[in-house]
């Protein structure tokens, strides 16, 4: 591939509504990106990356950057829109990454025709687009977003970066590391080594999926989930497979591993895999279908398999094959941290879901039992539906405590 120059700042056309980073990059998608001054910094594939925005243009340039294995290569999908004059692919990354081949605005058109409540909402919220993320990072993000909010989860993912990452550079006195490989998170150590950090029950669901995927699984399984028509960064070796893969194979081969949930298997889908289909549901995703969309006419108060599958099917039949990204756009409109969208208080509703005092906030997944501490989790059956941001209080009890 070719060299991968450090740069100064160059420019793509875009205006806000076809991308916003100050929204995209918040929202609860990706946890490793930093802003000093104006400036969004991360660390993507080896290259520290910095990106600023305007109305009309995104403004990008590398930092530093590592060697990049020559065997990988980026999707020819992507780098075909590209110059083939270019120095390196740095554009064709940020194209990419921010998923620049789908027509958002498009997209927010057909959502408003088929939606009233999204044709209401969006106004307020547009250049919200999906990321297409490292699936292996994607997994080991959402892992860490059991039981928790936007901050504390980025703080987690930079410990990760920060003792078992490459250092790629610096901006100013602050280190930046490229994300863990499955095999720097599996070794015997790794989970005392995160409990001392502060990740708790999460630091067994991380060392132990780390060693399924580095060890009981064969090279490029991961990468062989991926949606055919949103190709991954890099072409890997995959392993093979005896036909293409489908969103719900992938969502249940996701299930199989140590920590992952509904819920954290369709973020995973959505972000890590190219699944437009896949619909994170989530208790501020319930509210949402049942506030705005009179989702549960019945005052169930335990939330079911059957009953998380069932708000996705209807999400999915309202906004069609891109479901999870019109989602994204309600889901941040909800979102407390993002009221200053808008000029209406969020509502608080009650949430129909049962609750319960168990050890150490741990999840409801069917492989956790054990505890020390006494908290507030929501009981969901044989499923665990995690949350991805937002320490917004919901009033499903009298108690304050975090999205769970």
Request: proline share 5%; aromatic share 8%.
């Amino acid at each position: 591939m070719p060299p991968i120059r450090l740069s100064e700042w160059r420019k793509l056309p875009l205006n806000l509504t076809d991308l916003c980073i100050e929204t995209t990059l918040r929202c609860g998608q990706s946890f490793r990106w930093r802003k000093i001054d104006d400036e969004w910094n991360c660390v993507l594939y080896g290259r520290l990356l910095s990106l600023k925005q305007d109305k009309t243009h995104l403004h990008y340039k590398v930092v530093s950057s590592t060697i990049i294995p020559p065997a990988l290569t980026a999707p020819a999908s992507v780098k075909d829109e590209i110059n083939s004059d270019t120095d390196d692919d740095t554009e064709a990354l940020v194209r990419h990454y921010f998923s620049l081949k789908h027509d958002l605005t498009a997209l927010y058109d057909q959502w408003s025709r088929s939606d009233p409540n999204f044709r209401k909402k969006a106004p307020k919220f547009t250049g919200i687009r999906i990321l297409s993320q490292d699936p292996w990072e994607a997994l080991i993000g959402f892992i860490c977003s059991s039981n928790n909010n936007i901050s504390r989860i980025s703080q987690m993912v930079h410990k990760l970066c920060k003792h078992y990452g490459p250092l790629v550079g610096h901006i100013g006195d602050e280190a930046f590391h490229d994300f863990p490989t499955p095999q720097a998170l599996s070794g015997k150590k790794v989970e005392a080594h995160l409990r001392e950090l502060g990740f708790g029950y999460r630091a067994k669901y991380i060392a132990e999926t780390a060693r399924i995927v580095s060890e009981e699984r064969p090279e490029g399984w991961l990468e062989s989930l991926i949606n055919p028509e949103n190709p991954g960064w890099y072409s890997t070796k995959m392993a093979t497979a005896a036909e293409l893969p489908t969103y719900r194979h992938a969502h249940e081969e996701l299930l199989l591993l140590s920590g992952v949930g509904p819920k954290v298997a369709d973020c995973v889908c959505l972000m890590g895999l190219g699944w437009d289909e896949a619909v994170p549901v989530d208790t501020h995703v319930w509210q949402i279908a049942q506030r705005d969309y009179k989702f549960g006419k019945t005052k169930t108060k335990t939330f079911s398999k059957v009953m998380y599958d069932s708000v996705g099917d209807h999400f999915r039949k309202i906004w069609g094959k891109q479901a999870g990204w019109a989602q994204s756009v309600l889901f941040t409109a909800n979102l407390k941290s993002f009221s200053e969208h808008g000029s209406d208080k969020a509502e608080m509703v009650d949430v129909k879901v049962k609750f319960e005092d168990v050890e150490n906030d741990v999840p409801t997944d069917q492989s956790t039992t054990r505890s020390r501490k006494r908290r507030q989790v929501a009981v969901m059956e044989t499923i665990k539906v995690e949350n991805r941001t937002s320490t917004e209080t919901v009033r499903a009890s009298k108690r304050r405590r975090t999205r769970s």
